[in-house]
């Protein structure tokens, strides 16, 4: 995608410097098939990273004056991880502005959902750069803040292993159990797929990741999604 300008103003933006937000929509992949591109977006993904912490952590201070540190990170931590920012990034239309390889634009699931979060932090990071702090804040206010209501109402600040097993618990009387089901690539680079399963042979859902823990995180998060507890 070559218009830039047409990409900001699906975004409700407008940019000083249209190559920020060309380099912030920039996959890694794009650049081995495209060789006259200038950058991808993993520098502007660190900063968007650090700004999205800061105006989240500043957001939720103020909401919630009473709440200890320890309850405050827990909900900040549901409200930008990689589920939430991949939600959030589809929503506003990212996935169509990506420049991806032919290979990666191919990926679904947990694959796409690290790129989508880390093109909104990358986004984040271009409005910093060309704008300021105010208007990156601005647009973290405009489509991240409201959901911390659905996060509190929903017990969505425990980690997805604990919230499916004490829904399991409570409608099925049964604790879950994870079983790794494959595991490829070399030891630099793992790839593990878990199912999570109710009873022996109940295989409720399956989730990928890096490590067997982040796998498991993975299953149970996509298991309270398909069961809808």
């Known amino acids: 995608m070559a218009d830039f300008s047409a990409a900001a103003g699906h975004l409700g933006l407008t940019?000083?410097?249209?190559?920020?937000?060309?380099?912030?929509l920039t996959h890694r992949s794009y650049l081995n098939e495209h060789k006259t591109a200038k950058a991808h977006n993993e520098r502007l993904e660190f900063l968007?990273?650090?700004?999205?912490?800061?105006?989240?952590?500043?957001?939720?201070?103020?909401?919630?004056?009473?709440k200890p540190e320890g309850d405050l990170t827990a909900f900040r931590a549901s409200l930008v991880n990689t589920f939430s920012l991949a939600d959030t990034a589809e929503a506003i239309g990212l996935n169509?502005?990506?420049l991806l390889s032919k290979g990666e634009s191919k990926d679904t699931g947990?694959?796409?959902?690290?790129?989508?979060?880390?093109a909104f932090?990358?986004?984040l990071g271009a409005i910093y750069l060309d704008q300021g702090y105010e208007a990156a804040e601005a647009f973290v206010a405009k489509h991240l803040y409201a959901k911390i209501d659905d996060v509190i109402a929903n017990r969505a600040w425990q980690d997805a292993k604990s919230r499916f097993q004490e829904a399991a618990q409570e409608k099925r009387s049964v604790t879950p159990s994870y079983k790794t089901?494959?595991?490829?690539?070399?030891?630099?680079?793992?790839?593990?797929?878990?199912?999570?399963?109710?009873?022996?042979?109940?295989?409720?859902?399956?989730?990928?990741?890096?490590?067997k823990q982040e796998a498991e995180q993975d299953a149970a998060q996509n298991a309270l999604k398909k069961t809808g507890w």
């Open 15 to 24: 940019f000083n410097n249209q190559e920020l937000l060309e380099e912030a």
């Open 96 to 98: 169509n502005l990506l």
């Open 121 to 123: 932090e990358a986004v």
């Open 48 to 66: 968007g990273d650090a700004v999205l912490e800061l105006a989240t952590t500043h957001f939720l201070f103020l909401k919630f004056p009473n």
């Open 110 to 118: 947990r694959a796409r959902q690290i790129i989508l979060a880390n």
């Open 181 to 211: 089901l494959e595991e490829v690539g070399p030891d630099h680079d793992k790839k593990f797929t878990v199912g999570v399963f109710l009873g022996t042979k109940d295989e409720v859902a399956r989730g990928e990741g890096k490590s």
